[in-house]
């Protein structure tokens, strides 16, 4: 009897043990799911479970390894994670702040007993991390410092290899290819722009953009240049006025060269007398007594830069006096002018043009009369400006003189019909008072009258009335109306 009864209350507990547990979890009302995020940001996975006992506990699973228990985080590592936990209502969210890129991979909501046996898993989601270059990328760099003309160019732009690839786009004004994103020698991935070198290419800046569709809020650029493009002098030779016989020439040697020119060369083609010119600063190349010989010479000015040289050349047009209409001649500080006859002006139609062309040099070269004529002109306008500013700021002045004047002398004032009453120079205005009675004697201050009297300021001065009443003591003005003196 004994064994029988042992054997039912053994069977009864086990049979109670098991409806106890299929109780206690019955399975995963809401299951963790795929997500993605960019570095940076923040990430939820929800897990919600239904009937739990005392001895079961729900932990996340992160590529297999367990990193909390119930509502807290056991692992260190995972500073930035944290649990809502709700053990009512069976909640165990997992949140991510800040994503990292080893936060990618496998999460599994898990529950386990009191053994640390694992009852039942969740699915398990997958977490892709967005990821976005750090922040020195983009790093823009290129194969040389400086480049000579011809030369070929090559500009590389740098980003961190990330998952989605980063875009990289140049930014230029030059024409030239580039090369595709690809993967460099480092591990990075690198975007290569090239071209062949030019003059205008100097000085040139080139921009690098970085974009990534993980945060397309995200915008970054570096940048190269100003580029350095080395290239020999590009000379021009400028002469300041048409050259005229028995007169001084001037011509001016211009150049463009990188790096800076070294040294000027001043020829001619026949060669001249060296005691015909002279230089300044060996870019100006004055000739001062202009030769007929000179007509047709080349003047020739040779420039030279650690690169190489460049020259320029220009021919002499050598013109006579006679062919210029309005020649200016200098006499002591003073100028004269000498016309062609109308006869000789009219020979011709190309006669005609020359003489134009000759009357607008004199025009620039003789500026003095034309300045002195100008200057007369300007000063009488000054002149004449200021009167007409004085004469306005006087007018201006007098006018509200003018109206005090004439409202001091007619005085008026108006009635209930409306018209105008002249006020009088002189009138009486009586006014009435009594003093303050005294509490101390009981008794009325006497009653008085005061005149006030109104004189123009045009009217005779009387001597007569001109007596200064001093003003009297309180003492005095009482006893004068029988006041006992005690009782002040």
């Known amino acids: 009897m004994l064994g029988i009864g042992t054997t039912v209350g053994t069977w009864v507990f086990f049979h109670m043990f098991m409806l106890q547990r299929t109780y206690s979890f019955s399975g995963f009302i809401k299951e963790p799911l795929d997500e993605n995020q960019a570095e940076g940001d923040l990430t939820y996975f929800t897990c919600i479970v239904r009937e739990l006992d005392d001895t079961q506990y729900i932990s996340w699973l992160h590529n297999g390894r367990k990193i909390s228990k119930n509502g807290e985080i056991i692992i260190n590592t995972y500073a930035h994670y944290s649990i809502d936990y709700n053990s009512v209502f069976g909640t165990c969210n997992l949140r991510i702040q800040n994503v990292q890129r080893r936060d990618k991979g496998r999460y599994t909501c898990t529950v386990y007993d009191s053994n640390d046996k694992i009852v039942e898993k969740s699915r398990t989601a997958n977490f892709t991390v967005l990821e976005i270059p750090q922040q020195q990328y983009p790093i823009c760099s290129s194969t040389q410092t400086s480049y000579r003309v011809g030369q070929y160019v090559v500009l590389n732009c740098i980003s961190e290899k990330t998952t989605p690839l980063a875009l990289l786009r140049?930014?230029?004004?030059?024409?030239?290819?580039?090369?595709?994103?690809?993967?460099?020698?480092?591990?990075?991935?690198?975007?290569?722009?090239?071209?062949?070198?030019?003059?205008?290419?100097?000085?040139?800046?080139?921009?690098?953009?970085?974009?990534?569709?993980?945060?397309?809020?995200?915008?970054?650029?570096?940048?190269?240049?100003?580029?350095?493009?080395?290239?020999?002098?590009?000379?021009?030779?400028?002469?300041?006025?048409?050259?005229?016989?028995?007169?001084?020439?001037?011509?001016?040697?211009?150049?463009?060269?990188?790096?800076?020119?070294?040294?000027?060369?001043?020829?001619?083609?026949?060669?001249?007398?060296?005691?015909?010119?002279?230089?300044?600063?060996?870019?100006?190349?004055?000739?001062?007594?202009?030769?007929?010989?000179?007509?047709?010479?080349?003047?020739?000015?040779?420039?030279?830069?650690?690169?190489?040289?460049?020259?320029?050349?220009?021919?002499?047009?050598?013109?006579?006096?006679?062919?210029?209409?309005?020649?200016?001649?200098?006499?002591n500080g003073k100028e004269t002018t000498q016309s062609e006859k109308p006869n000789e002006r009219n020979k011709n139609k190309s006669n005609n043009q020359n003489s134009k062309s000759n009357q607008q040099l004199l025009q620039t070269r003789s500026p003095n009369n034309n300045n002195s004529s100008s200057t007369d002109i300007s000063i009488s306008l000054v002149v004449i400006i200021a009167l007409v500013c004085i004469i306005v700021i006087l007018g201006l002045a007098l006018i509200p003189v003018g109206y005090m004047k004439y409202t001091r002398r007619q005085p008026s004032d108006t009635i209930s019909r409306g018209r105008p009453v002249s006020i009088p120079d002189v009138y009486f205005e009586?006014?009435?008072?009594?003093?303050?009675?005294?509490?101390?004697?009981?008794?009325?201050?006497?009653?008085?009258?005061?005149?006030?009297?109104?004189?123009?300021?045009?009217?005779?001065?009387?001597?007569?009335?001109?007596?200064?009443?001093?003003?009297?003591?309180?003492?005095?003005?009482?006893?004068?109306?029988?006041?006992?003196?005690?009782?002040?």
């Open 170 to 331: 140049w930014v230029h004004n030059i024409g030239g290819s580039d090369s595709g994103l690809k993967e460099s020698l480092t591990g990075n991935y690198e975007k290569s722009y090239s071209f062949i070198a030019k003059q205008s290419d100097n000085r040139a800046i080139f921009t690098c953009e970085l974009t990534t569709s993980a945060n397309p809020s995200i915008e970054r650029n570096c940048t190269i240049g100003p580029l350095d493009v080395l290239y020999p002098p590009i000379v021009r030779i400028q002469q300041t006025r048409d050259v005229i016989l028995g007169n001084e020439a001037i011509f001016i040697c211009y150049s463009d060269a990188n790096p800076q020119e070294t040294t000027f060369e001043w020829s001619f083609d026949p060669p001249i007398n060296e005691n015909m010119f002279v230089l300044e600063n060996d870019i100006i190349l004055r000739i001062k007594n202009t030769l007929s010989s000179l007509n047709g010479t080349s003047v020739i000015c040779t420039v030279t830069n650690s690169i190489g040289s460049g020259s320029s050349k220009l021919i002499v047009n050598v013109k006579l006096k006679e062919s210029i209409n309005n020649v200016v001649e200098s006499n």
């Open 430 to 488: 009586p006014r009435d008072h009594i003093d303050p009675m005294l509490p101390q004697l009981g008794l009325a201050a006497p009653w008085m009258r005061t005149v006030g009297v109104q004189v123009p300021g045009e009217c005779e001065y009387d001597a007569t009335y001109n007596t200064q009443v001093m003003p009297q003591p309180r003492q005095v003005y009482y006893t004068q109306r029988m006041y006992p003196a005690s009782s002040l």
